[in-house]
Every structure is written in structure tokens, then in C-alpha cells.
């Protein structure tokens, strides 16, 4: 346990032999023995056991010692490390029986403040609210000496509490009450995993109060100034750093002090017309990355005569490369850094970027990036943005209040699910269908008669009365069986939600919608001569139509190619993206041309984020001329007006991320249009219907 290397010395090597038992023997195992010698030996097997990692047997030796031996000058050490044994043994129920029986039963027991403490580290692991507080009592009652004996095991009594400022605190005492050497430096290593989580406010209090000759200020003060720098206050950093250098000029620490210290003076130098552009020029990614190119070249001239310079980096679509990138770029004295355009390198290069207070414009869509810091935006629309938006406009321009979600078994699909379920949450709609296809499957009619309640018939109490009947009234086994698959078939479906939410792909949903219809939900709730002909097919005038609603990822022409016949089962659908090539507003409509004149193709949603990207950097450079990157991360974090791009006007909202409006999309006669979401819907909003006689099922829960 975490207390055996700090109490005081076990009894067995002080007590003699004669001590307790004076003349009294007991017989052991056929031997007539000294009572104290019998008690010494069985003490030792428990202690022995416990050294070897049996902690069961130990626990059991001690438990057994302690029957034997009751009054045993050892019985007091006995108690505690029988409990010690049961924590390790993971018996925490019977060790912290253990702990508090020496609390409370034992007053004037010499273990009684290692019980009490030991008791406060179980409950600290099983989360228990009071322990922080019940352990700052239990210190309060220590010596001085106790507190620097139990300051290793205070430290982690603290953290596992979560008060790891304190933690920190007595892990620093920890380390200076060590010696050089080996055990020094396992002490270093426990300190510095517990500095990890303190936060910087106690920190700061930590490194004010160390000596800057203690062990123990080197690490803290690394770990403050990579906060400070991280943050952007790179000087204080640097102040901070310089000061460790000073007080210890040779050693691990003041060698991590040297190389961060570095890098940080090494991007002071800025050229004031240089832009930095992050790019995986290599890899799967290098086709994407080519074409943001192109596009970046529509605004900054790529060869150099432009009034503002450009130097490309390969990020290698891998993190490590992207970081060498934004701090290769850092060191040429760059102004701002464009990019990148991966997943998994964006958040990399955002916290290099951040720690070297660089401004970024990232075209990564993971989400969070401006999270990392002050120096980090974003041009690009994320999952979170698209499904918030397609649940609030379904909600407030469409009239839905009840959804049903159908979505693949994919990171996307699950992503897409969980942030458009949580803006229906929020908006008070509730989803009434959910189904979760595999990702690679072709046939959705299962999962769609799921949702509509035919799949489970014997659920709902209609049919089953009408089954009943037939089972009465018609013996014959073959006029039966066809009068059961008849009512079978014209079971009606059990349509409860307003509209209907794919998270998938445009090929996808082409086969996913005649699936949809198969299952008699009407979808073409805008278009008068197909609710015409359903309404004679199905025999009904009061139809209840459900909204097609999706994401960008609809935003394809396979959405509606006309070789698939599927374009009619599509129609009305809305959705929402980040670019349509199509759009006839201004800024869209020129760069396009621009675009096709250049590159003789049309230009895809990354390379609009870039080209616009571009020419926002362009246009601050130009027309303002910060000279350092701190007035151009200021003049990005409050632009004036914003920047008319292929995507929207474009500005920075307060956690950088962007802002512009969307490209609103519906489907009608077999092509995509653009349409405008502060006007009249283009579908007609949901009518509120009789409530449907409900299935046995509950409502589903989020997944």
C-alpha cells in the first residue's frame, strides 16, 4: 500500500521477545514456543506474503494472527496491514471496514492517522463528495514530520480526490525530501504525471512558492510556461523559462527550458506580407489538396509577384507532419498560416500553431479546433453545423415536432445522429423512429417497416383483434392463410413523426427512398400531381405526408440521376450545404467562372472555403497591414465588415468559428435548387395530425 514505505518501522524489530508475553508459550503447529516468538513468526509469513504480491493470503494471515495474538504488541501494526492487504487484494468493501475499525475502535493506536488516511484514499477512488475536505481534516491533524513522511501518499490521496492542485503541492514535497539518484528520479516522474493535471491558476501558486533551487521548481515551471505559451502569453512564458535556466543552468529541466525557449524566440521575427498555406501534397488526400491549391492561386499569385507572398508545406495528412509544418512555416516568419484540410491533421496543426502564436485559418471540419486556442478560426462548416441547422429549420420554417432518424452504422452516421438529436432536444421535438442500418447493406425495407410498426404486427392491438376474428370465423386452412396474408399486407403503416432524417450519402439515400415509399409513407408533400396519384392508389383523400430531410452529403448529382428512376422518390427533399456550385448569388456565380476558365472543372466545397480563406487574408494584409500576428489575430477576431466569398459573407463569430449563411437545397422535377431559408418554405409545412394509435414500443432513447 501506498503507506508501507513511510510509517514508522515495524514493531517486530523493536519489541523483545520477552516483552508482552514474559513467560508464556503457545503451541504452533505441534511446537511449544515463546509467545512472542510464535507472534513474531506468524506476523512475518503475513508480511512475506504481502511482499511477494499475495495479498488474499496476507490478508488471510493477518486476519488470523489477529486471532491468535490479540494482544500482541504487533497486533496494532496488524490491523493496519491486514487492511492494506484487503485494498490490494481489490476487497475495497473489507478494507475500508478495516481502516475505520483502528479509527474508531482503536483511538490511542499508534496507525491510527496512516488508518485515517489510507480510508481517505478508498473513498477518494470510489468518488465519495466529502473527501477532499475529510482529508484536509486528517492533515490538519499531523505533526510536521507525519505530513513529510505521508507526502507521497498525500499527493495521491489529493489527486484522487480531484483536488490536484494540492496534489501538486505535496508531490513537490515528496520530491524534495529524496535523495539523488534512482529514487529521485521515480519520485520526478510521479510528480510530473501529477502536474499534468493541475490547473494553470494552481500552478502558478505552486511555482511562486517553490525555491527555484528545489527539484521540484524545474518541472513546474516547464509545465506552466507550455500552459503560458499554449494559451499565447508567450512572454510570460519566455520570462518563465529564462528564470529556470538562470536559478538551474545544467540538467534535464533547463535543457527542456533551453529547446522550448527556442523555438518560441525563433518565430518572433514576422514577415508582415507572408502567408503560410498547410497542405497534404502527398498522400490520399493530395488530390483534394491540389485543387485547394488551385483555387488559393485564384487569390494569391502561388509564384511570388504577388503583394502577398506564399509558401506551401506538405502536412503528409499524418499530425506529426502537419505540427513540423505550421512550425517550419512559424520560423520562415509567416503572418498566418491557411490550412489544413485533414481530420486528423487539423487538430495537430491548430495546437502547434496555437503554441507558437501563429494566426490560423483552419479548412479542417474536426470539430473543436478553434477550442484550442486564441490564434485558431475556422472557415469550413462542421457535422455539428449542418445537423443543427437541417433540425432547426425543420423545426421552425417546416412545422415538425415529431422526427423519425434513419442512419447508417457509420462514425458519420452516429455523429450526425447524435448532433441533430441533441438540437431537436433543445428545440423540444422529439424523435418517435430511429433505426441504425449496417453500412455496407442494399436492402432497407426491414428497417423501414420497423419504423412505421409493420414489422412487429403482433404488437398493435388493431390487427391482432382483426386476427382474431379470422381465426374464428374461417376454418378452412387455405382461405385462412390468404385471409391473414391479406390483412397482413393492408395493414396501415404507423406514421408518427413529421419528418424523416438520412445522414448518409446522396447514392444511399437513391436507395433508401423507393424503400421509404414501399412502405406507403408519402414524401412528395409539394408536389400536387403525385400526392394525386397516391391518393387514388392508396384509396385515401387525407394523405399525411412526411419531410425528406438530409444533409450535404445529398448535395451530389447520383442524388437525382435520372438512369436510377429514383429521382421521383426524392422530390421535395431539403437539405443543406456549405457550397452550390449553382447559386446565382454574386460572389458564388464569379468564382465559379473564375474557377471553370482556369481549370476547365467546376470547383468542389474545399476549394470555395480555400479560395475564400485566401482572399480574406489578402484583403486584411492589404488594406489594414498588421505588422505583427497579434494585430492580425485581432483584426480576424474583429472584423470590421464581412468578406463577400464564393461561400457567404464571411466573419469570425466569438469562438472563431465562422459565420455565414448556408446554401438552403430542395429537390423538384428531378433537379437540385437553391432556395431562400428566410423566405416561405418551398415544401409545405407539416399539418398537425390525429394522434395514431400508438405501438407497444417505448420512444426511442439516444443512442
Known amino acids: 500500500m501506498i503507506l508501507a514505505r513511510l510509517l514508522m518501522l515495524s514493531l517486530l524489530s523493536v ?26 513468526e506468524s506476523f512475518a509469513q503475513a508480511r512475506d506474503a504481502y511482499a511477494a504480491g499475495r495479498y488474499d493470503e496476507s490478508a488471510n494471515l493477518y486476519t488470523k494472527f489477529l486471532e491468535t495474538f490479540a494482544d500482541s504488541e504487533l497486533a496494532d501494526e496488524a490491523r493496519l496491514r491486514r487492511g492494506e492487504a484487503l485494498a490490494k487484494a481489490n476487497k475495497t468493501d473489507d478494507a475500508r471496514a478495516a481502516f475505520t475499525d483502528i479509527v474508531e475502535k482503536h483511538p490511542e493506536s499508534h496507525f491510527k492517522k496512516s488508518a485515517a488516511l489510507e480510508l481517505s484514499v478508498l473513498q477518494a477512488k470510489s468518488g465519495q463528495p466529502a473527501q477532499a475536505q475529510a482529508l484536509k481534516s486528517t492533515v490538519e491533524s499531523m505533526s510536521e514530520q507525519e505530513k513529510q513522511q505521508a ?4 499527493a495521491e490521496a489529493f489527486a484522487q480526490s480531484g483536488e490536484h492542485g494540492e496534489s501538486a503541492r505535496w508531490g513537490a514535497k515528496a520530491l524534495e525530501a529524496t535523495q539523488a539518484g534512482p529514487e529521485r528520479d521515480a519520485a520526478k516522474k510521479t510528480y510530473e504525471s501529477t502536474l499534468a493535471n493541475a490547473p494553470g491558476s494552481e500552478l502558478a501558486k505552486l511555482v511562486a512558492e ?66 503560410g498555406v498547410v497542405l497534404p501534397l502527398t498522400g490520399d488526400l493530395k488530390p483534394y489538396a491540389d485543387s485547394v491549391l488551385d483555387a488559393i492561386a485564384l487569390r494569391l499569385d502561388l509564384g511570388g509577384k504577388g503583394t502577398v507572398q506564399v509558401m506551401v508545406k506538405d502536412s503528409k495528412n499524418d499530425p506529426e507532419g502537419a505540427m513540423k509544418a505550421v512550425e517550419d512555416l512559424a520560423k520562415a516568419g509567416v503572418i498566418a498560416i491557411l490550412g489544413p484540410i485533414g481530420l486528423v491533421e487539423g487538430p495537430a496543426a491548430a495546437v502547434r500553431a496555437q503554441q507558437l502564436g501563429v494566426p490560423m485559418i483552419s ?30 429549420y425543420a423545426q421552425k420554417k417546416l412545422n415538425a415536432h415529431s422526427f423519425g432518424i434513419l442512419q447508417p452504422d457509420s462514425p458519420y452516421g452516429d455523429e450526425m445522429t447524435r448532433f441533430f438529436w441533441d438540437a431537436l432536444d433543445a428545440g423540444g421535438a422529439e424523435v418517435r423512429a430511429f433505426e441504425r442500418y449496417p453500412r455496407q447493406t442494399t436492402t432497407f425495407k426491414p428497417f423501414v417497416s420497423r419504423m412505421v410498426g409493420r414489422a412487429n404486427l403482433a404488437e398493435r392491438a388493431e390487427y391482432l383483434e382483426e386476427e382474431k376474428k379470422i381465426l374464428a370465423e374461417i376454418t378452412d386452412p387455405y382461405r385462412r392463410r390468404k385471409a391473414l396474408q391479406t390483412l397482413k399486407n393492408s395493414a396501415a403503416p ?135 500576428r497579434d494585430a492580425l489575430r485581432d483584426m480576424l477576431a474583429q472584423m470590421d465588415k464581412a468578406f463577400p466569398g464564393a461561400t457567404g459573407d464571411t466573419k469570425f463569430g466569438p469562438d472563431r468559428e465562422v459565420m455565414k449563411p448556408l446554401f438552403w437545397l430542395w429537390v423538384t422535377r428531378g433537379s437540385i435548387q437553391e432556395f431562400d431559408p428566410e423566405g416561405a418554405p418551398p415544401v409545405p409545412p407539416a399539418v398537425p395530425q390525429p394522434a395514431a394509435p400508438a405501438p407497444t414500443a417505448a420512444t426511442p432513447s439516444k443512442p
Request: charged share 25%.
Open 151 to 154: 507526502a507521497p501518499a498525500l
Open 363 to 392: 479548412l479542417s471540419r474536426a470539430e473543436g479546433i478553434p477550442a484550442m486556442g486564441p490564434y485558431i478560426f475556422r472557415d469550413m462548416m462542421t457535422n455539428s453545423i449542418v445537423a443543427k441547422a437541417v433540425a432547426d
Open 210 to 275: 517553490l525555491d527555484t533551487k528545489s527539484p521540484a521548481y524545474g518541472p513546474a515551471a516547464l509545465r506552466l510556461a507550455r500552459i503560458q505559451a499554449h494559451t499565447g502569453d508567450r512572454l510570460h512564458a519566455q520570462d518563465l523559462l529564462a528564470q529556470l535556466i538562470n536559478a538551474q543552468p545544467t540538467g534535464a529541466d533547463s535543457d527542456q527550458a533551453r529547446e522550448l525557449l527556442q523555438k518560441l524566440q525563433s518565430t518572433q521575427g514576422v514577415n508582415p506580407v507572408l502567408v
Open 15 to 40: 519489541v523483545p521477545l520477552s516483552a508482552c508475553g514474559g513467560g508464556r508459550t503457545i503451541v504452533i503447529d505441534g511446537r511449544q514456543l515463546p509467545y512472542d516468538q510464535a507472534a513474531a
Open 494 to 628: 404507423l406514421i408518427e413523426f413529421d419528418a424523416l432524417f438520412v445522414p448518409d450519402s446522396a447514392k444511399m439515400v437513391r436507395l433508401i427512398a423507393p424503400s421509404v415509399a414501399a412502405e406507403d409513407i408519402v414524401t412528395a408533400g409539394c408536389d400536387e400531381r403525385e400526392l394525386a396519384v397516391q391518393k387514388k392508389t392508396m384509396k385515401k383523400d387525407d394523405l399525411r405526408t412526411v419531410q425528406l430531410i438530409g444533409t450535404n452529403l445529398w448535395d451530389s448529382p447520383d442524388l437525382v440521376d435520372e438512369k436510377s428512376s429514383a429521382g421521383r422518390y426524392v422530390q421535395c427533399a431539403v437539405f443543406v450545404d456549405g457550397f452550390f456550385p449553382q447559386s446565382q448569388r454574386p460572389a458564388t456565380h464569379q468564382f465559379v467562372d473564375e474557377f471553370d476558365q482556369a481549370y476547365k472543372r467546376a470547383p468542389g466545397y474545399l476549394d470555395a472555403h480555400a479560395h475564400d480563406a485566401a482572399g480574406l487574408l489578402k484583403d486584411l494584409i492589404e488594406r489594414k497591414k498588421p505588422q505583427t
